[in-house]
Each structure stands twice: as C-alpha cells, then as structure tokens.
C-alpha cells in the first residue's frame, strides 16, 4: 500500500551552525518533513499505541524516554467529539435522548495534524530493532513522495513483540480516541512526519509545540514527555530548572498531605520553629534533599548515579516516565518500609533505637512517636539524615533499574481521580513488585545504622566527634559515605550495588 506524500524542505543556512552531537541524542536531522493523509485505525496500529491497564498491560515498543502519558479521559472526550461535534458531545446522556438539542449535533472534524517520527531500519527502542521488514519506505523525487507500508503490515494492531515504524512527538491522545472504533477506517488523519529524527530533537519539538507557546504547568511537561528532564538546552534557558524544583515541591506537599505518608503533618512546611510535636525537617530543606538525590539529571560527566526520576536509567538509558504520584508513592513506600525496619530491629543488636527511646520521652510524646523515628536526638528526622536517606536508596535503585524491572511499573493509563487516590492506586501497585521487595531488604540493613545524632546522650567523644561532621553541606557527602559502606556489610544483592556506588563515586573505603 502506498500513500502519496508532500516532501516540505524547511532548513536556513543559519542552521548549520547548531551544535549537532549525536552522543547527546541530537544527530543533525533531514532538512525536510513529509505530509499525508492516512487511516487513523491505520496510523494508530503503526504507532504501535496499544490501552493500557495496570493489569497486563500493553506497552508496545515505545521508547520509555519519550513516552507520553495516556489520559484515558482527554481521548474519550477526543472521541465523543468525533462522533458528534461541539457542543453535542458535551451533552448529558438525558439531554441527547430527550430529541430537544438534536440541531447542536455537528462535525467533529480533527484537522490538525498528528506529528510522527519514522524509524529508520536498524532504529533501536527499549532494546528491539526495526528490521527493514517492518519500515516504511520513501521514495519520489523533487517534491512529491510516496510512504509504502510495510509488507508484514496487516492491520488492525502491530505484531506484538515487534518495533512499530512510527513514532508520536504529538497528538497521541487522538490516535487513542480511534481506538476500537467501527468508523476508524473512514476518517482520515493528517500527518507531519519527520524520519530518522533524533530524540532529543523529539523532545525539542513538543516542548515547542506544547509547552512554549501556551506555557504547559512546568510539573506536567514531567509527566507528558519524560526526556524533557534530561535536556540540556532547557538548562541553559528556564525549564529543566523550574520543571524539578517545582516538581520536588509537589512531591513534599504530596508526603505531607497523604494519609499514608510516613511523613504525614511530619514535615515543616511553613519554616516554622518550636513545633510541640518534635522535630521536623523543613519543606525547603525536602526540596533542596530531591533536587541533589532523586530529580537531579546528573552528577557530573564522569560520575555516571543520575537522580532516579530525573536522569536515563538501566542499559538502554531510557527515562522512567512515572508521573508524580507514582514517584510520590514509590517515596512513601521507602519511607513506610524504613520506619517499620526502625520499629523493628532487635535492641541486643541495635542499641542505638532502644537508646533514643527513653521512657521519660516517651511518655512526652506518645507511643505512636517512635523517638528512633522522630525524636530530636535521631538523624532521621534531620536534614542531614532524609538527604543520607534518599542519596543511598536512589543510587543503589539507579544501579539496580534494570534488574528491579523499574520500567515495567507505573503507566497504569489511569490518570482519572484526586492525588490522594491516585497515590494510593500507586502504592498499592508497587507492592506486588520486585521494586519492593528490594526496599525490604534495602530499609532492614539501613535500620542497622547508629542513626543517632551527635547531641544524643551516652555517646564517647569519639563518636560524637564523628557525627557531629554530618553538620553543612560538607557533611551530607560523609554520611552519604558511611552509609554506603555500612550497606556493604548486608544483605548481598544490596551489598553489591552498594559496592559499586562507592566505586562510581570516588569514595573510598576506610
């Protein structure tokens, strides 16, 4: 089947002094684009864009770097439209059967088009190959071209377990309205289609197209296109900056708020002092904590631990595109994890929880006021000691991204609900996984740690002297340190990513 296509050249002599670096994603692209028309059943099922649930659920072969999330509401209202046009297709069911508003049913015509990449053969995404088999092919001269489809393509739906040639940089939500619809094959879609363009360049593309112009929520570009988090050009102008800062915010104000927050009303949200609860660690001091561990992008160029929401991950280096109750979810999940490994560790062995809680204290605060946890005299509830915690949990999970299959949860396709419901459909999703099974035995080992602080009693100047250089911003390497090492001692799949975090970050053993 061939499809006739306008070839569009779009390329300026000023161009040619862009900085092209094909190790960064951004190779130098065709000095053209193509237009055409094509069956949306027909776009869609190239796309490889399957539903998706949370339980057995279809991802195709998309690249997880540039994946975008499905909002199964927006294309249902995408398709509602479609059927019936504006306004009818925000009718209530009672209204369109009473026959009244009959006269408001008009097109639902979509002409704007869907941009789309077109892989190349030998193209590689979340480790499949396009094989020439599977390619479109262009051909033509001067300005009009023809796409044939690939041979092997049948229709209705992709072959599972191959790489489909088409690619969504946007309109993503429109194929998702066809989906499963009778009609599908006599509505056309119109399509830009760029070929063999880079996906830093995609990722280029939709920020200008969505984001730029109609200034996109900074948190929702995370979520939408996930490579955004790791483009350095944003660096340099406003976005990544502002996208991280403002989602590390959302992610305290999310662990402050829910109800299944280890950290719920735990956090000093507003700077304020003598709270009669104990202590709590500062909201700028949570944020100031993510930005330097889980949404930062890199280290540095020789130090290859990026922030386990911010940075590719695993061997394929692909950006996990959770959204943020997700990565809301997996932090109360290690916090929860974490605070029940303190509750729990074995006095004869761990002296130092049963030293912090002293039965005077805890007569003060309470019995549910664990003082290992909570009290002024443990570095748990410190600045110092939340930075130690989430830089060792977001090393050793980085290292781990490919083996704790972190790419295989999340995306559940349901984006439908309040934040605490959908924090809690995401919590409830993890614990079925190898993600949290790892937790179990990353939070034991790190419940063996002296958490205590240097101003808690009983301890010998020399310990005390030791602790104390946790203090300032020179400190939180030394801890991040410590623990490591401490970690090296336990459990043996913990204790061999732990091993290689210290390697990776220069430290050294003492």
Known sequence: MKIPALKVRQWLKEWDDVLFDAKMRRSKPEPYFYLFSIAAKDLRALCGIYPRSAKGRKRGAEDLGIQRRHNKE????????????HPWAGLSRAKRDSGEYRDLKKPGWLPTAIVVNILKPGDARQGKTLAAADSLRIAGKDGEHSLSLPSSFSGPAWRPGSLPPIEVIDGQHRLWAFEDLEF???????????????TS??????????IKPKRINASL????????RTEDWLEKFEGAAIYRETRAQELVDLLYSHPESPWHNRINMLGETGDARGEMVTQAAWVRSLLATFIKNWEGRRISIGGLFGAPVG???????????????????VGRLFKSAVAGVEDSQVPWAKALRTQKQMEMFGPSDDLAFWGKHSLISQDQGIRGLLSVVNDVCYLAADSLHLADWGQSGNENGNDD???????KSLKPTPVHNFLVK?????AKFDWRASSAPGLAEEERLRKGAFRGSGGYRDFRRQLLLHLTAGNREVAGLAKVAIQKLGYEYE
């Open 74 to 85: 927006r294309s249902d209202e995408i398709r509602e439209f479609v059927h019936f046009g």
């Open 184 to 198: 599908a094959g006599d509505f056309d879609l119109p399509v830009v289609a760029f070929h063999a363009l880079d």
């Open 201 to 210: 360049w995609q990722a280029y593309l939709f920020y200008t197209i969505n």
């Open 221 to 228: 570009a995370f979520d939408l296109y996930p490579l955004l």
């Open 315 to 333: 061997s394929h280096q692909q950006v996990l595109p959770w959204s943020r109750h997700e990565q809301a979810a997996f932090l109360m999940c």
């Open 421 to 427: 419901e959908l924090v809690s459909q995401a919590l």
């Open 442 to 446: 990353l939070v034991r080992d790190l």
